[in-house]
């Protein structure tokens, strides 16, 4: 798999300003721009405030619902996503921002339902805070989170959907490498309604394109 081209690394006075989150639990690998973690119910609350603030941006990749921004909901729902992680059923990261130094999440990426044997492949799903949009940060986590969990699970395929207005997403997806494979109608109800989806997906060893 091609290197992606990632964005350029923080300055030395960012990396020496950047503090991880307190009482965050070890990095689940090294980023230049990002901590990122695992799931883990100590994030709860950065993760009902990360929903909260982004409900109306993240109409377009997922249903909305009061308990997404209650605390008691994440915490049973990270420990739920912790132990997939230590299953090997999935890969979820919770991201903060290096240079931000606020404390609060700002993205998400999961790796859904890992299949080994003659299968070899899982689901990419990504949520950036509205406000961070437009500096090729969601790039600088998901393009070398993906080439870790291919390389950890051992994978040979990473599929990925969008609704066909989300164009941004498309973008996004192009730029990693995913190829569109078809169009799936009444594919997921989102918000209460039936939403046809755009289905890519990454090959592993597939030529990507420069950019990637």
């Excluded at 799931?39 to 409900?55: D, T």
């Excluded at 169009?183 to 289905?199: C, E, I, S, T």
Aim: proline share 6%; charged share 20%.
């Amino acid at each position: 798999m091609t290197a992606a081209i990632l964005p350029a690394p923080l300055s030395l006075k960012d990396r020496a300003v950047s503090q991880p989150p307190a009482d965050a639990p070890a990095l689940w690998m090294p980023n230049d721009r990002w901590w990122l973690y695992g799931a883990h119910p100590r994030f709860a609350g950065a993760f009902a405030r990360f929903h909260a603030r982004n409900k109306h941006h993240l109409r377009m990749a997922m249903s909305l619902a009061p308990e997404l921004e209650q605390v008691a909901h994440w915490e049973g729902e990270l420990a739920r996503r912790m132990q997939a992680m230590q299953q090997g059923q999935a890969v979820h990261l919770v991201g903060f921002l290096k240079a931000a130094g606020t404390g609060e999440i700002g993205c998400l990426t999961s790796f859904w339902a890992i299949e080994h044997g003659d299968f070899q492949a899982c689901t990419l799903s990504f949520l950036l805070d509205q406000s961070l949009e437009g500096r090729s940060l969601m790039h600088a986590a998901v393009a070398p989170a993906l080439r870790e969990v291919i390389a950890r699970h051992h994978l040979h395929r990473i599929m990925a959907t969008h609704l066909p207005e989300n164009l941004r997403s498309a973008a996004f997806l192009r730029r990693l490498g995913f190829v569109v494979e078809g169009y799936a109608r009444d594919f997921v109800k989102v918000n209460g309604q039936w939403r046809d989806n755009v289905l890519l997906s990454l090959l592993v060893g597939e030529p990507r394109p420069p950019s990637a």
